[in-house]
């Protein structure tokens, strides 16, 4: 079986300073990781995955994230993060075998303050 | 990029009656397809996963004679809800992908469908 945890319900930051967003997973074989983020009454956006190779995946909007297998983590980075960056986030893992089914974290809410 | 899109973004159906999603793939084939539930601040739930040309799998607990799934095109996947009650409102997030089950293809996923039943 696969899973995954958000550890935070909730991260908050002040506009500039580093945001990360942690999550680690527990899966079968190799782990593909998937960040995606939602807005209010929005569908998923992706944002980056990590399939193989270089540990850390660069993706969309600034954001970054690295891949830990020793540690099972996928922790998502950005180093300055926005006001407009205030969006829930979900880790989502899905093992080689398993159908192409994501299993999603419980989310984080990011809150970037002014 | 792959766009997906959902139609209507939001339903208001009364109880008893069924109510049908779609969801498309605007720009690509859409050789899988899933659908997924989500409650108010919380994660999502897949409830069925369909290929192409063949019956839905659902997942444990999802009721597939309640929610039908039908994948009739490379472009279009419905999801029917059937004698719908106030507890299936929700939102409702469809996702499409190039590839079959194996395939590392990107997941796209719709905006959403808005579900209350009163």
């Known amino acids: 079986a696969q899973s995954v945890a958000q550890p935070e319900d909730q991260v908050n930051v002040a506009e500039g300073n580093p945001l990360t967003v942690k999550c680690t997973y527990s899966?079968?074989?190799?782990?593909?990781l998937f960040w995606y983020v939602q807005y209010p009454n929005r569908g998923l956006q992706f944002l980056l995955k990590?399939?193989?190779?270089?540990?850390l995946v660069k993706g969309s909007y600034g954001f970054e994230a690295e891949f830990n297998k020793s540690q099972t983590s996928f922790h998502l980075k950005k180093p300055s993060a926005l006001v407009s960056d205030s969006a829930l986030y979900f880790c989502a893992v899905r093992a080689t075998d398993s159908w192409g089914k994501l299993q999603f974290g419980a989310g984080t809410q990011v809150v970037v303050t002014p | 990029g792959a766009v997906v899109s959902q139609h209507p973004s939001w339903v208001i159906c009364k109880s008893g009656t069924s109510v049908k999603i779609e969801c498309r793939s605007l720009?690509?084939?859409?050789?899988?397809m899933f659908w997924y539930r989500q409650f108010p601040k919380q994660s999502l739930m897949l409830m069925a996963t369909?290929?192409?040309?063949?019956?839905?799998?659902?997942e444990q607990g999802v009721e597939k004679d309640k929610f039908l799934i039908n994948h009739a095109s490379l472009t279009l996947s419905t999801l029917t809800v059937t004698s719908a009650h106030p507890e299936d409102s929700s939102f409702y997030i469809c996702?499409?992908?190039?590839?079959?089950?194996?395939?590392?293809?990107?997941?796209?996923f719709g905006p959403g469908t808005r579900l209350t039943v009163t």
């Open positions: 720009d690509f084939q859409a050789t899988t």
């Open positions: 369909s290929n192409e040309g063949s019956k839905a799998t659902y």
């Open positions: 899966v079968s074989g190799n782990p593909y």
């Open positions: 996702s499409a992908r190039e590839g079959g089950t194996t395939s590392l293809y990107e997941q796209y």
């Open positions: 990590y399939i193989t190779g270089d540990n």
